[in-house]
């Protein structure tokens, strides 16, 4: 992994030197120990800044999107013949590319817009699964050594098991290394468990309904409606999120409880065809909604309909961008 | 007035099926005003009753329902139903057409179309619409959808029963309301024109009976005691029925004597609201009904109650009062306004022989008076009852009630002459009563005085006598004495007329009676009116009753200072419905009626008749044969609220000028029954195709479900018999009606989808599947559904007697006889020329073919033998649908090419006042609330939803209507909306999809934008539905009504966007397609540019010389190119390519690239025809062997008589080369008549050559079969081979040898043969993709262009102003090419001819805000008509190109796109109000 | 009315949400043809069953709706060609989905009715209505008032 860094820093470096890139995103070391934060990088000498280990956790596709239609929008300020394209370099490991093919797919920006510094990926520490393995120690720091991590906690250094703490999205991850890139750095890594990807929907699935139903109500009803998983999303980059949205309103704003079943429903919705199950969501929402549970169904549910994994491939089509006379027709109601 | 030199900008259609309204809306909507005729009560043709359509299973009528909507509300097409036309005089651009209109009985600007006269009509008879499948009423729509929505009444005409009651009751109105237990209102419809049916019920001589057509199958039916048995039953109702008494007219009648006429008078003027007093000389009133008949057939307490009806209505009845010494008659003619005389015949007639005045002669009326008014009167034992007529009867049944024994009736002529009831005198016979016949008194016998006995003399009969009866002759001296205790004469009465004074004025004539005028009843001296026996002798109650009647309207008018016989003389012999076929009427026995038993009633005058009671009325009643269809029973009347319904309608006449006449009559399907062998019409489940097709239809009888006729069981066999009434010259139908083997593969098909263990067998002789994408369809149903084909034509089908299944007897391929059972069998009927054809082409003077089809010109197979006249769909040959679509839009064009100088002459547009601006003023809502009569008033408390709906948010203002789309009420919501400052109009009333136009014009017409509108659907969708819950459809009325106002907030005035149009058209490709459109465009005043990549015009049909049906092809296409050389408005670019296609419709530019470089123009519309390739093959040596030809080549070398044709002593071809072959698995259409074509073309040549034609199907579909058929007679051979054996060629010196499994003998052949011609195929333009994706429209599997929609849109691209024409389409031959040119023409008139191409209203928006470009609204845009703007970053919507689907807004996560009119404020509120 | 009153006597209130050309037509048919069917649909008319965002569903059932029934024409004989064919999509989706977090199939259906299929129309209602009144009041997603 440190190789990986290192060639990455060099690689960075080199773009930005050559002019490849006007920006590269990707992760630095974070102010607490065994974090690490996305950061931006415009010069070739920051790049050492770079680190890329167990502990880069958000989806920086999130930055790519938000950075080009940021910059195209100033642009529309200048005349058309003096526009100027911007090219965003970005660290990206599976669920990160899938995101940016996603975003090509929906037009977002073009591909030569963004360069892909491709890592392979052996999964993320999600921070609130090490603080309960911790039983909420504080941590000083943590090292990933093989299938374990050995963390140094005031009361001691304690060794774990790595898929005790890493997240759920990792474990049974199908696309760890990267879709597409520009830049490969590394080797592929092995796979995941990608064959247990949809046990717990499928468990879920087979839950008496009306307790779905009350595992549905307790989990929406810890939601205090931050907005940090939309924020964090790759996915949603609306320009004005539904939500805020008045003419009309389509979710009530007050405390109701429906209120906000129905907001994370719609939202939920919204991933249709389009969630890469990156985890970000779920590792910035400080009341540790069961998110995955709902969105891992309807990747499960593009899979089986319609063939679909979500930015797997450019030449696949999202969804709900198409349709087929063949499409099945099961749920219809024949009285 | 038109000169007679300017052309008229009107066409007239005729026939409105799918051909008619094609050619009507094209017309219509490109400046020119059509009268759409139609001779039936709505528009739709055959396709209204068409299940799905081939070959892509479509719903037939979900399809043609917005086309019949489309039509029936356009504002330049005026729907004449009911008409035929008569006569068409004058020139091209100026014909006058005469018109004759049949009654409808319904008027359509009234009637609403709410069904509620066919809930009440009980007549029933089998709809034609389903087929005979199931029944409709006499008032009906043809079907649900039908355009005009409004009802007709079915007659036939006046029932006989009727015309001949003297009284003119509607008999069968009252015998159906009978047959369907409506006992009161029989009662009430009698009364209207009978105040006697309790005695007419009893004692009438029923004319109606001897009238009834049911007696020509068995006995008629017995209308007297029925009408008996409604009034009885009235009788001992607790509220008798007395009719609604107008207001009093303040004027007094009086009536001079108390019998049946009088009364009858009486009765009617007091409902008329006059005071009418009777004066009566005896001490009880009924007249001759009261002092005439006995009690044993008119009991006196029945007849006290029905006059006492009379009483009640008003009617002052003075008994005891005889007119003359103590009241003058002129007193009368003073006291009263009007007088009317109907004192009866109260005198008997003499016999005038000698001792005729001893004792024991008493005169039968005498005697009946006296015994009817309570005298004891015993006449002896013997008694002797001179005459025949009811009289002699009555007196005769009298006497041996009165206890004599040995009684008999002495009659000079014999029984048949009799004037008696027939009934009577049965039953005097079964009472004991001798008759004597042909004898006559000569003088009375007696002693003292007294009589013993009456000398006769015997008579014979000699020639008729005034009277019709044959008049009896004295036999001399045949006298003999007949011993008797008393005599009874009763041979005849007279009247008794001393109160008519000389100084009343009124005159007498010399038969004592008086001289009235036979309409009116009026006397010589005025307000004088007589009627009854007193004017006409004895005659019978019910003449008595119309005489009384009459005389009532007579003096209403009179006293009124009307006219009194204005409309009243009626001839009702005329339109008599007597002339229907009665011989395959089932046979069921009249009712017996119920007597006292003969033994019993001797001793007692104890009524005779007991009386039918409820069930055996009921079942009586039924045996009605319906004569009239209409019963004219008025129950509608009474039901219309509306008032639409007029029972005396009549046919008019009329004429209309027009520039140029569309035939579209359409076919009549082959009467299936002429092929006895089949046993259509015995066997109960051999049914046609189109019926079938009805059972297969969700709206059909069975509601869809596949069940056989005889026990409603679903069939497993079901066996399709093609070609019935087709291809077969033994019931005259020598063509092939083209669509047989297509629908019965789709009905093949569709059955197996309803019932999945449908088996379906079709018996063929070849699969005709030579249209777009059919020989995939007929694979399918092989593949896919496993349907069975056999080629083999069934010999019989006999029905088994146990399960009504059906033996089919058939040979198979290879000669094997077999028997076969199924459940069901199909008839495959053809198509026929329709029945009024030859009537029509007399009208319209134009010339039919030789099978009766519309004969058509070789240059444009639209065009009839008269100029100005041109034809579509299957009168011109059977055809199917998309074809006859494009004959529409081609005869449209052709019409319109005459008339484009006159276009927009002739239409109406109307001005519409300012739109009120409404900004700031805030949502100020109206509400309109319907009753529709009692169609939502009598299930939803319309006044309840009123009050409720003006509790709601932003109501000003809520009213109910009768019905909201009367004319008036549209004026008054007019008001509404300007005194009211209203904002917004909500409708609660019928469906939008019918009627929001309608209301949006009243919004529009009252300033106020027309999407400011909004309707709630509580007719359709809520009171019809939940008829039987009222309080739950009000309440759901309330939630559609508060649902309907919450979207109304959110309306927007709309402003539908407005678009130039560049006037110029861009035709792709320079074949015959091209250049035909070309020329029509000029015809039509447009500029065209052609562009072909070849460098000369012409196409494929350069290369033809004829075609099969004669016309010299090079002829005609050099005529053509000349025409285009020299046309100012054409501009031709041969050699040239196309680069580069901008815009979308209405603003194209095109560059393209030329030998000289670079060219640019600017046009509205495109018309693609690119045309297709003939197949370049490998096979059957071609290419190897200079004897191995194409049908091409072939043509050419007869045509320029090549040695090697001329010489040739054998030739053979092979069909399907290169066609319906896996990779290509179409038919090319044309090859099978370019084998035809040249095969006969040899033959000419030398009828001696050897000529084989190899081949898998014959495809010589419609009039083309005629030429199959003879190169059969001319011995050119066919012999079939089968795709996966396909012929073998080998090349054998000088000659080809080919070799081929024979499946007729079942074994392999060779053929030797000096020259072998391939049908090779069509292949498409391989530049179709290419063109394809600059216009943004997609091609089909095998690289045709793929139109908007198969059936209905074949010359349409989905995207609008694009268009296609030739076989850039799919193969066809040349005159399909012109004919699908000209539709190209005409379907792009209904956008060259207009300045702006108007968007739809309700389209799509973008919140540039909101949009992150993301693309999936592009995505899903059926019609391309939103797509992202990279360069600004959102999404753009075209309204032009916009049809208003919303499939982008619900793709939206951003919810940036928006729908007007259903927008998401919109939908949310509704939602939210729900 | 007491609690066990107002059950008795409760009936569903179901929302359609219709395409304008083939299942509202359906509905007019039914109408025109006099077929019964229970009184507790509420009709709201759409041009296309594409039109409908999946929200509106979730939106009727938090307004209160018991059922939600959406249908447009068959797949195949779509008005605007292939509207109904990307709301299958949608539709198909959002079923599962809302099943998934625990709402009973049965509220929200989804069909096809043709413009003559009035028959069938009134088929599918009394379908909803028998299958929505058996799960009884809807109280999950419901927003109290």
Known sequence: MENIQKKLREEAGRLLEEKKVDVIVGYEAGTLPATATPCFITL????????????????????????????????????????????????????TSRSIVLCLQERQYNRDEVVILGVPCTGYVERKKLSAALGGEEVLEAIVAGDSITVKTPAGEKKLALKDALADCC????????????????????????????????????????????????????????????????????????????????????????????????????????????????????????????????????????????????????????????????????? | MAQASEKIGAVMVVGSGIAGIQASLDLANSGLKVYLVEKGISIGGVMAQLDKTFPTNDCSACILSPKLVEVGRHPNVEILTRRTVESVEGEPGHFKVRMTKAPRFIDLSKCTGCGDCANVCPISVPSDFNENLSERKATYRHFPQAIPSGFAIDKLGTSPCKANCPTHISVQGYVALIATGKFKEALKLIKKDNPFPIVCGRVCNHPCETACMRGKVDEPIDIMHLKRFVADLDLKDETRYIPDKKESKGKKVAVVGAGPAGLTCAYYLAAEG?????????????????????????????????????????????????????????????????????????????????????????????????????????????????????????????????????????????????????????????EGIKMEFLVAPKRVVGEGGKVTGIECTRMELGEPDASGRRRPIEIKGSEFVVPCDALIPAIGQEADLGFVTPESGVAINKWKNFDVDGVTFATNVPGVFAGGDVVTGPQTVVKAVFAGKEAAVSIDRYLQGEDMAAGRAKDWTKDLADKADVSAVPKAPRAKYPHMKPEERRTTFQEVGIGFDEEEAVREAQ????????????????????????????????????????????????????????????????????????????????FGHVQRISDGKEPKKIAFIQCVGSRDTSCGNSWCSSVCCMYATKEAIIGKEHAKELEPTIFFMDIRAHGKDFDRFVNRAKNEYGIRYIRSMPSSVKELQQSKNLLLKYVTEDGKLVEEEFEMVVLSVGLTPPPEAAKLAKALGIDLEEHGFCRTALENPVQTTRGGVFVCGAFGGPKDIPETVMEASSAAACASGLLAERRGT??????????????????????????????????????????????????????????????????????????????????????????????????????????????????????????????AATEKAKDLVRMSIAKAQFLKPLKPGQLGVNKNVLIIGGGLAGITAALSFADQGFQSYIVEKKPSLGGNYASLYYTLEGLDTKKHLAGLIDRVKKSELIQVYTGTEIKKIEGFIGNYKTTITTKDGENQFEHGVVIVATGGYELETKEYLYGQSDRVLTQRDLEKMIAEKDAKATAAKSITMIQCVGSRIPERPYCSRYCCSEAMKNALKLKEMDPEKDVTVIYRDIRTFGLKEDYYKKARELNVKFVRYDEDRKPEVRAEGDKLVIRLLDPILNETVELKTDLLALSVGTVPNPENAEIGKMLKVPTNQDGFFLEAHVKLRPVDFATDGVFMCGMAHAPKLSEDSIVQANAAVSRACTILTKDFIEAEGKTAYVNKERCAACGLCEANCPFSAIAVDLAEGCAAVNAVLCKGCGVCTASCRMNAVDLNGFNNEEVLAQIAAM | MSGQEAKENWEPKIVAIVCNWCTYAGADLAGISRIQYPPNVRIIRVPCTGRINPFYVVKALQEGADGVLVSGCHPGECHYLSGNLSARRKFATLKRFLSYIGLEGDRTIFTWVSASEGERFAKVIKGVTERVTALGPANKLVKKL
């Open chain 1, 44 to 95: 070739p000498e920051e790049a050492q800044k770079l680190v890329w280990n167990s502990f880069c956790t958000q989806n920086l596709a999130k930055f790519v999107h938000d950075m080009i239609s940021q910059h195209r929008n100033a642009q529309k300020r200048v005349k058309p013949e003096d526009r100027k394209k911007k090219v965003v370099g970005v660290v990206a490991r599976g669920c």
């Open chain 1, 171 to 335: 474990l049974t991850c199908r696309f760890n290394n990267p879709v597409i890139s520009d830049v490969m750095l590394g080797e592929n890594a092995a796979p995941m468990d990608a064959d247990r990807e949809y046990e717990e929907v499928t468990a879920f699935e087979n839950l008496p309904i009306e307790e779905r139903w009350a595992y549905f109500e307790k989990e929406m009803a810890k939601c205090i409606r931050c907005y940090a998983c939309r924020q964090a999303c790759p996915s949603c980059y609306c320009a004005i999120c539904f939500m805020d949205q008045s003419q009309p309103q389509w979710v009530g704003i007050g405390e109701d409880a429906t209120d906000t079943q129905v907001f994370q429903l719609m939202r939920l919705y919204h991933m249709v065809g389009r969630c890469v199950d990156c985890g970000s969501c779920v590792s910035v929402c400080p009341m540790g909604v069961d998110l995955r549970k709902f969105l891992k169904k309807l990747d499960k549910d593009g899979l089986e309909m319609f063939n679909n994994r979500v930015g797997a491939s450019m030449e696949d089509v999202p969804p709900l961008s198409a349709y087929s006379e063949n499409d099945k027709d099961d749920f219809i109601f024949n009285p």
């Open chain 2, 274 to 430: 006059y005071d009418v007093e009777v004066f009566e000389s005896l001490p009880v009133a009924g007249g001759w009904l009261a002092v005439g008949i006995p009690e044993y057939r008119l009991p006196k307490d029945v007849l006290r109650a029905e006059i006492k009806v009379i009483e009640d209505l008003g009617v002052k009845i003075h008994l005891n009062r005889p007119v003359g010494k103590d009241l003058p008659f002129v007193q009368l003619q003073k006291d009263f306004d009007a007088v009317f005389i109907g004192c009866g015949t109260v005198n008997s007639s003499k016999l005038n022989i000698p001792g005729e005045d001893m004792q024991g002669v008493i005169h039968g009326v005498d005697y009946l008076k006296r015994v009817n008014l309570g005298e004891k009167v015993f006449l002896g034992d013997k008694v002797a009852v001179v005459g025949g007529g009811n009289v002699a009867m009555d007196a005769v049944r009298t006497a041996i009630r009165t206890g004599s024994k040995d009684v008999f009736i002495l009659y000079r002529r014999s029984r048949a002459e009799m004037p008696a009831a027939p009934e009577e005198i049965e039953e005097a016979l079964e």
């Open chain 2, 623 to 702: 045996r009605c044969l319906a004569c009239g269809i209409c019963s004219e029973c008025y129950q509608c009347v009474d039901a219309c609220i509306a008032k639409a319904i007029n029972h005396d309608d009549t046919f008019e006449e009329e004429t209309i000028e027009v520039g140029a006449v569309i035939a579209a009559p359409g076919f009549e399907t082959f009467d299936a029954s002429i092929r006895g062998e089949y046993g259509f019409g015995t066997y109960a489940n051999v049914v046609t195709a189109i019926q079938f097709e009805r059972i297969l239809s969700a709206s059909g009888p069975y």
């Open chain 2, 906 to 1031: 002739m239409i109406t547009e109307e001005e519409l006042p300012l739109e009120t601006d409404i900004r700031g003023v805030g949502p100020r809502t109206g509400v309109f609330v319907c009753h529709c009569g009692i169609n939502i008033g009598g299930v939803v408390d319309v006044p309840g939803v009123v009050e409720y709906a003006k509790t709601l948010p932003n109501v000003v203002f809520a009213t109910d209507n009768l019905f909201t789309c009367s004319q008036d009420t549209a004026v008054k919501m007019g008001e509404v909306i300007k005194e009211q400052n209203l904002t917004r109009v909500v409708v609660a009333s019928c469906s939008p999809r019918t009627h929001e136009g309608l209301f949006q014009e009243n919004c529009e017409k009252a300033g106020l934008n027309r999407y400011l509108f909004e309707m709630a659907n509580i007719r359709d969708q809520d009171s019809w539905v939940h008829m039987h819950e009222p309080e």
